[in-house]
């Protein structure tokens, strides 16, 4: 079988929170890049935002996105943005106990010296028929560097991840069967 | 290597309410289930379900999306009743011959006994002229391990198949 999925790093979220999680030294020898997160905030709502940044590089005209998104108090919608960080939605400190996001993050050709591309699937769960989020991003990172390195936070510099939230990156390999 | 077949399930020609994975390894970090399925209930269409530990109580919340080809709507439930978390709608009896919808469903940490489970799936189906394109989650409320997994319908059609992955955070051994 084709070595196709490979893990790189995953971390774990200590008893003390994390306010940040960094993968450094992403290496470079595979094709896509997919990252895989289980997390819950600690700030007071149902929601919380974490951010994707990619090698350090904050400037805001580097990101944006456009989202099919369902709250479900209300219908679906869809927009985009400009500006903001990629992001996931995920559950807050006001959602159900013990409930964290199922998230994933696929970015294709991440050392190409294009601009990055990425699909982003995550849900915000809640014990209630509405307060819960699902939602589906097509993201853009504007730089032409390979990524080297990915940092997820809150998207206000408030809020941590709690104790057991889990970030593991894989290496995806494209290759002839 | 990180991702491991455990099992798969092919419907045979009389046909299946559902197909049941039992003694789930506890090895793996993640699951992930692959389907490709149609049903053979006449009416209307409904979605293929998704129950853990056997547990058909009324301990999920289930929140679901979707796009018909002309506009879409989102919904959600809890409470009592639902014993169960949505996947994907299924082409049934008057869909389109020989159409099979498809779909992917993830479950992560399904042995950390610090978390609900939160499952996430997306799939649908096209029927040329026809069709729904699908995204749910929804939580059971309930830490314990998964060791089980039950992915129904009213009635599964032949040629129906359900895979279910193992997903590691390391390199296994051997592998």
Same mark, same amino acid.
């Given at each position: 079988?084709?070595?196709?999925?490979?893990?790189?790093?995953?971390?774990?979220?200590?008893?003390?929170?994390?306010?940040?999680?960094?993968?450094?030294?992403?290496?470079?020898?595979?094709?896509?890049?997919?990252?895989?997160?289980?997390?819950?905030?600690?700030?007071?709502?149902?929601?919380?935002?974490?951010?994707?940044?990619?090698?350090? =590089?904050?400037? /805001?005209?580097?990101?944006?996105?456009?989202?099919? =998104?369902?709250?479900?108090?209300?219908?679906?919608?869809?927009?985009?943005?400009?500006?903001?960080?990629?992001?996931?939605?995920?559950?807050?400190?006001?959602?159900?106990?013990?409930?964290?996001?199922?998230?994933?993050?696929?970015?294709?050709?991440?050392?190409?010296?294009?601009?990055?591309?990425?699909?982003?699937?995550?849900?915000?769960?809640?014990?209630?028929?509405?307060?819960?989020?699902?939602?589906? @991003?097509?993201?853009?990172?504007? /730089?032409?560097?390979?990524?080297?390195?990915?940092?997820?936070? =809150?998207?206000?510099?408030?809020?941590?991840?709690?104790? @057991?939230?889990?970030?593991?990156? @894989?290496?995806?390999?494209?290759?002839?069967? | 290597?990180?991702?491991?077949?455990?099992?798969?399930?092919?419907?045979?020609?009389?046909?299946?309410?559902?197909?049941?994975?039992?003694?789930?390894? $506890?090895?793996?970090?993640?699951?992930?289930?692959?389907?490709?399925?149609?049903?053979?209930?006449?009416?209307?269409?409904?979605?293929?379900?998704?129950?853990?530990?056997?547990?058909?109580?009324?301990?999920?919340?289930?929140?679901?999306? $979707?796009?018909?080809?002309?506009?879409?709507? !989102?919904?959600?439930? *809890?409470?009592?009743?639902?014993?169960?978390?949505?996947?994907? $709608?299924?082409?049934?009896?008057?869909?389109?011959?020989?159409?099979?919808?498809?779909?992917?469903?993830?479950?992560?940490?399904?042995?950390?006994?610090?978390?609900?489970?939160?499952?996430?799936?997306?799939?649908?189906?096209?029927?040329?002229?026809?069709?729904?394109?699908?995204?749910?989650?929804?939580?059971?409320?309930?830490? !314990?391990?998964?060791?089980?997994?039950?992915?129904?319908?009213?009635?599964?059609?032949?040629?129906? *198949?359900?895979?279910?992955?193992?997903?590691?955070?390391?390199?296994?051994?051997?592998?």
């Amino acid at each position: 079988m084709s070595v196709f999925l490979q893990p790189i790093y995953t971390q774990t979220v200590g008893s003390g929170g994390a306010s940040s999680i960094t993968f450094n030294n992403i290496p470079q020898t595979f094709t896509d890049l997919k990252i895989v997160v289980s997390t819950r905030m600690n700030n007071a709502s149902t929601l919380g935002y974490t951010t994707i940044r990619f090698n350090g =590089d904050t400037a /805001s005209t580097l990101y944006s996105y456009t989202y099919l =998104d369902a709250n479900l108090g209300g219908g679906p919608s869809s927009s985009r943005s400009s500006g903001n960080p990629w992001f996931l939605n995920v559950p807050g400190a006001s959602s159900t106990t013990n409930t964290f996001s199922n998230s994933e993050v696929y970015i294709p050709n991440y050392t190409s010296s294009n601009y990055k591309q990425g699909i982003l699937d995550t849900t915000g769960e809640n014990n209630a028929t509405s307060g819960a989020w699902l939602t589906e @991003y097509a993201s853009l990172y504007r /730089s032409t560097s390979p990524i080297t390195s990915i940092t997820l936070n =809150d998207l206000f510099n408030s809020a941590s991840f709690v104790q @057991y939230s889990t970030f593991s990156l @894989y290496g995806v390999l494209r290759q002839g069967v | 290597m990180s991702m491991y077949p455990i099992a798969t399930t092919t419907v045979g020609s009389g046909g299946s309410t559902g197909v049941t994975f039992s003694s789930i390894p $506890q090895n793996f970090t993640h699951l992930q289930i692959r389907y490709s399925v149609r049903g053979t209930n006449s009416g209307t269409n409904d979605f293929t379900y998704v129950q853990l530990n056997g547990d058909g109580g009324n301990n999920y919340a289930r929140h679901h999306m $979707q796009g018909d080809g002309s506009s879409a709507i !989102s919904f959600g439930q *809890t409470g009592s009743g639902i014993g169960a978390i949505w996947a994907a $709608q299924v082409p049934f009896a008057s869909t389109t011959s020989n159409v099979f919808g498809s779909g992917i469903i993830d479950i992560l940490d399904y042995t950390n006994t610090n978390k609900n489970k939160t499952v996430r799936s997306i799939g649908g189906f096209d029927a040329n002229g026809s069709g729904y394109a699908n995204l749910s989650s929804g939580v059971w409320m309930n830490t !314990s391990a998964i060791t089980s997994i039950l992915v129904s319908y009213p009635n599964y059609a032949q040629y129906t *198949t359900v895979s279910l992955y193992g997903i590691t955070t390391s390199s296994v051994t051997g592998a």
